[in-house]
């Protein structure tokens, strides 16, 4: 019995062995998809493509009045952009007055003129080598002094504010400006105007890929006879230039300093402000 059987085991056996062999010689010839490096059809070596690189943003702020540098050299090309604010004109002084009345004497209070906001650049640049920005930022305008007049004659106002620097960035030959706010007040005895904000600079310099420009808003007349300060000029703002949703026109930098009420002097101006983006 167990030799009728033999010969169909050993059939059986060798058919199993035959057939795993041939599999096994199958999938050696398949390439796989994780094999490194790749082979096309043609037996060439395919490299992988290359990952993308992720873009780089360097963010510089400069906020404190005076000179300061920035240097860029890391890779190129880039893609520079640069916001500044000039700085607020200082608030006009407050001013009283004596009148007689009776025996005795009244005293009027009156407010200064707020100083007027700082103007406002948008500058964007492409950098294909190591840059330098020689940054300027504005000081704020001091405020005016109090003034007091005693019985007899005319009221006079406070002295006037002085006006808010100019921001300034300069690289090679290009020269960007964000004029500074006037201060509050002006000539005369009695001028509570306003100061006029910094108007944006005229042209835009060669060689830019996009500008923007505005000016600062003006300071609020004083009054002879008020019973309280004058309002400031907020700063020029931007609304969509460039990657920042808005830029400026906020009390913070490049604002006018209020005038003052009564003899009290009026408030500093805010300093201007420069915000540096680069991406590459």
Do not use: C
């Not at 058919?15 to 037996?43: C, R, W």
């Not at 004083?222 to 906020?250: I, K, M, P, W």
């Not at 009420?261 to 983006?277: D, F, K, M, T, Y």
């Amino acid at each position: 019995m167990r030799k009728k059987w033999l010969p169909h085991i050993i059939a059986v056996v060798s058919l199993a062995a035959f057939i795993t062999l041939g599999l096994a010689s199958d999938m050696e010839s398949v390439p796989s998809a994780y094999d490194t490096p790749q082979q096309d059809s043609g037996n060439r070596v395919v490299a992988d493509p290359p990952r993308p690189r992720q873009e780089q943003v360097i963010r510089r702020e400069f906020n404190t009045p005076g000179n300061h540098t920035f240097v860029f050299g890391e890779a190129f090309p880039a893609t520079i952009e640069i916001y500044a604010l000039g700085a607020g004109g200082g608030g006009q002084g407050g001013h009283t007055k004596a009148y007689q009345q009776g025996l005795g004497t009244r005293t009027e209070s009156g407010r200064g003129a707020g100083g007027g906001g700082g103007a406002v650049a948008y500058t964007r640049l492409r950098a294909d080598r190591p840059i330098t920005l020689n940054i300027t930022v504005g000081t704020g305008g001091a405020g005016g002094g109090g003034h007091s007049k005693g019985v007899g004659g005319s009221w006079e106002s406070g002295r006037p504010g002085a006006a808010g620097g100019d921001t300034v960035i300069r690289f090679g030959s290009t020269t960007i400006t964000a004029q500074g706010g006037r201060g509050g007040g002006g000539t005369g005895d009695q001028n509570v105007t306003g100061g006029a904000g910094g108007v944006g600079q005229a042209a835009a310099p060669s060689g830019i890929l996009d500008w923007a420009v505005g000016n600062g808003d003006a300071g609020t007349n004083g009054r002879h006879n008020s019973d309280q300060g004058g309002f400031v000029g907020r700063a020029g703002g931007l609304r969509g230039a460039g990657s920042e949703a808005s830029f400026g026109g906020t009390t913070i930098y490049g604002a006018g300093g209020a005038g003052a009420h009564g003899n009290r002097a009026g408030e500093l101006g805010s300093p201007g402000q420069v915000l540096i983006i680069v991406r590459y």
